[in-house]
């Protein structure tokens, strides 16, 4: 068992955790656990939770196969604050029954990374031993998302505005990545991060 796992990142949305903990994960050997995987399972049809959702929100919300219609759960929850802290309410205390059913199983020779989109948000920061946060700029930020999931400039805004701001998470940050250069630059600032803490 374990009482925290070594490294917590977050950041925002499409500011490049996933790029960043990949790596903590293909160089490091670091073992990765992400949240938006537990948060998908804890949705997958015949759960629960997959129920409560589908009774809320009727037939618009779910697939002729059963899964559901995450465009349109994203749409309805990212232009009402309301329903999107009612979803949280139902997924974020599976995702950290999640986690910390995982550091009770670890042994303490394992060296963990979890991958926490909201960690402050959803105040998990007990979960990890040190928070690292992976920054890029507004713009970048806006950028990156509407190209890699084909938004529109204010459906973009509205994915990021329901986040903590980027800034403010650096404030509570024990370790800043600064991903506002190139993937090349965010990997070496992992190298030195990794080489001062002697993981
Ligand atoms: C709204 C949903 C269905 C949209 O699904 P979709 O496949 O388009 O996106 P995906 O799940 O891959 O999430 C992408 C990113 O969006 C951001 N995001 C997800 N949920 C939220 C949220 N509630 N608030 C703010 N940002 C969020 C995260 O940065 C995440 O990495 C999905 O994100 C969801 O179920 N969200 C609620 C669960 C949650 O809070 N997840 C975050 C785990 S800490
Ligand atoms: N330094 C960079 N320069 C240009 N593009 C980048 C850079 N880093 C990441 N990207 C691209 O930005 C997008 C978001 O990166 P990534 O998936 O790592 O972010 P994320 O924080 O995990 O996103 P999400 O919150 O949506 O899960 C990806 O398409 C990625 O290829």
């Not at 960690?119 to 990890?128: D, S, Y």
Request: negative net charge.
């Amino acid at each position: 068992m374990k009482n925290k796992a070594e490294i917590g990142i977050t950041g925002g949305i499409a500011s490049g955790k996933s790029t960043a903990s990949r790596y903590l994960q293909q160089q490091y050997n670091l073992i990765l656990c992400d949240a938006d995987i537990y948060a998908r399972e804890a949705v997958e049809p015949g759960s629960e939770i997959w129920q409560t959702i589908c009774d809320r929100y009727g037939s618009q919300i779910s697939l002729p196969n059963g899964q559901l219609n995450r465009p349109k759960l994203g749409e309805i929850i990212f232009s009402n604050s309301q329903e999107r802290e009612w979803l949280e309410g139902q997924i974020h205390p599976y995702v950290g029954d999640r986690f910390q059913g995982i550091l009770d199983r670890a042994s303490p020779t394992h060296r963990l990374v979890f991958s926490i989109p909201l960690l402050f948000e959803a105040k998990m920061t007990n979960l990890v031993q040190e928070v690292w946060v992976v920054y890029c700029l507004p713009q970048q930020q806006r950028e990156r998302l509407m190209k890699r999931n084909n938004l529109s400039e204010e459906e973009a805004e509205a994915r990021i505005s329901s986040q903590m701001p980027l800034e403010q998470k650096c404030e509570k940050a024990d370790r800043i990545l600064d991903n506002s250069s190139t993937e090349a630059d965010l990997l070496i600032q992992i190298d030195e991060a990794m080489a001062s803490i002697s993981l």
